[in-house]
């Protein structure tokens, strides 16, 4: 019998001479040949043999090809016994059942240049990562410089060819101006206006940023809100200044003549100011409602500036509880001897205090409602632990209860901004509403302590109120839920007899926004043809039959 090790017939049938043999066989590349040979046992028949143990297996039969995979196994999996034997006798330690495999047949690597596991190396795409990550993850430029980085990224691909900063720099750059492109052609393909909001940071240097941050809705009803500026100023209260940075803002973006509303925290800017601020956008934005709806205060600045002056004006006691609650977790001997008197009293309170951080006023919030439900285990705590020597009087724990049960209302408030992903425009009027009534009743309260904690955040709180409440209502009686019913009780409970003054403003202002919309799509119904003519005669009939009136669509 002739056995081939290297080579076989492409087709068995085929009786031909040498020469023609020789073009029509193939090299076998499988590494399981170094275990196998095959033999030819009959016609169109061709059989493999293990060269360890010499059983066979079937590998060709007609036209019908076997493969290589039962003979992989045969020896992968140790059902040679040749091979299970010289395993065992071998000096290679064994782990539980398992099979060392140092001999057994592997795949034979490939060697291709520029390829990594078959995925091919790419310096461009690699530079644009790495651009990518320093921007991102606000990493130095000069990190690809270092050597420890260096020799990792070599270490995960020998081709990679570090850059100098300046090509660094330069893609970060690219990169920039790549995105800023991406934004200004989503921006001028928007059908509707724009909305900005200034954010102002401050630092320990006394330097002010000020954010400019647009928030608009795209063709697909997705809305962004990306930040479109950040300017360094040291004077945040000067005229000029805030006014060139807005409108450089607007330049850029091509926004001029987009503008909508624009909305601030007031507390960095005079009245002066603003004013002048509302009259220059107004030369070439389109005036809504008298520009009414530039310069709105924003609202999470308002609430975190009433709960701060609210813990401001109780410091003293807020002080007192910080401290009792430090000691407490300060070791874990006083934790233990608390949790004892805790469950000797039967506190049902199942509240975990912890310490405040006092730059958020929320954690303040938490940490003195847990140490409310836990008062009278302070109130005793000094009789097991002698050491303690803050307890707080009952009257201290009662104004702390009464700051609690408002600072609640301004947490609520604010929980609407984080509630969802993006909280539409009419959540926020029965919100709002409900602060007002609440800290009116409280303001003028018969209980001198309530009234004297209250009176200056409802002053605050009330100016805000009166300049946002027509774009409040505004959105609420665009819900088809609601309408103007909502608004006309809420203004009734509010305004009381002068509600009627208010309640005709907003359905003034409606008709105005209408008209306003209704003449933007002019333009467009002119360039539609008989579509747009249909549009048209559709608005035309429903403004002669609705809005004269005034009591159809609002109601």
Avoid at 50 to 79: E, P
Avoid at 279 to 292: A, E, H, M, R
């Amino acid at each position: 019998m002739a056995y081939e090790t290297c080579i076989i017939p492409e087709n068995n049938n085929d009786k031909a001479d040498s020469g023609t043999q020789s073009n029509k066989r193939k090299r076998k590349k499988s590494i399981v040949w170094e275990y196998f040979t095959v033999e030819t046992v009959g016609a169109g028949c061709t059989r493999a043999y293990c060269n360890q143990c010499k059983k066979s297996f079937s590998y060709i039969t007609d036209s019908k090809l076997a493969g290589t995979s039962h003979l992989k196994r045969h020896i992968s999996l140790g059902i040679c016994q040749v091979i299970r034997q010289k395993n065992q006798q071998s000096s290679y330690p064994k782990t539980g059942d398992s099979q060392d495999t140092a001999n057994l047949p592997k795949k034979r690597p490939r060697a291709t240049p520029g390829f990594c596991n078959g995925i091919s190396f790419d310096q461009e795409r690699c530079n644009h990562d790495l651009a990518k990550m320093i921007i991102l993850h606000d990493y130095p430029l000069h990190i690809v410089k270092h050597q420890g980085f260096i020799d990792f990224v070599r270490t995960l691909q020998p081709q990679f060819n570090p850059q100098c900063l300046n090509s660094v720099e330069g893609d970060c750059v690219s990169m920039y101006l790549r995105e800023k492109q991406n934004l200004l052609n989503l921006i001028n393909g928007i059908p509707g206006r724009v909305n900005l909001t200034l954010d102002f940071w401050t630092s320990n240097q006394a330097t002010v940023y000020v954010f400019v941050r647009g928030h608009f809705i795209d063709g697909d009803w997705n809305l962004h809100h990306p930040i479109l500026n950040v300017v360094m100023s040291q004077f945040p209260d000067s005229d000029d200044h805030l006014n060139q940075t807005i409108l450089t803002c607007l330049s850029d973006w091509n926004l001029e003549g987009r503008l909508f509303t624009l909305a601030l925290d007031k507390s960095f800017a005079s009245e002066t100011v603003m004013g002048n601020l509302r009259g220059l956008l107004s030369v070439k934005n389109p005036v809504i409602l008298n520009g009414q709806l530039f310069n709105q205060n924003c609202y999470a600045r308002v609430l975190s500036r009433l709960a701060v002056d609210a813990l401001q004006t109780m410091r003293g006691t807020i002080i007192k509880v910080r401290e009792s609650v430090k000691y407490v977790k300060s070791s874990e001997s006083h934790e233990v001897k608390f949790v004892e008197l805790k469950q000797q009293l039967q506190v049902p309170s199942m509240m975990n205090f912890l310490i405040d951080d006092q730059c958020k006023w929320d954690t303040t919030y938490h940490m003195l409602v847990a140490a409310c439900e836990l008062k009278e285990v302070f109130a005793c705590f000094d009789t097991i632990d002698p050491d303690y020597t803050m307890p707080l009087t009952l009257d201290d724990w009662k104004q702390v209860e009464t700051l609690c049960t408002y600072l609640k209302y301004f947490y609520d408030a604010a929980s609407i901004l984080t509630a969802q992903p993006y909280p539409t425009a009419n959540l926020f009027f029965p919100e709002v509403s409900r602060l007002q009534v609440e800290l009116t009743h409280a303001a003028f309260s018969q209980d001198p302590f309530l009234s004297s904690l209250i009176l200056p955040l409802h002053k605050n709180f009330d100016q805000y109120w009166r300049e946002s409440c027509l774009i409040l209502a505004i959105a609420v009686a665009m819900d088809p839920r609601h309408k103007m019913k909502l608004v006309e009780s809420t203004f009734s409970k509010i305004f009381g007899e002068n509600a009627e003054a208010w309640i005709r403003i907003v359905e003034d202002s409606l008709r105005e926004l209408f008209i306003e919309y209704n003449t933007q799509m002019l333009p467009f119904t002119e360039t539609n043809g008989d579509e747009g003519d249909e549009i048209m005669l559709k608005t035309e009939a429903y403004q002669e039959g609705s809005l004269d009136d005034g009591t159809g669509f609002f109601r």
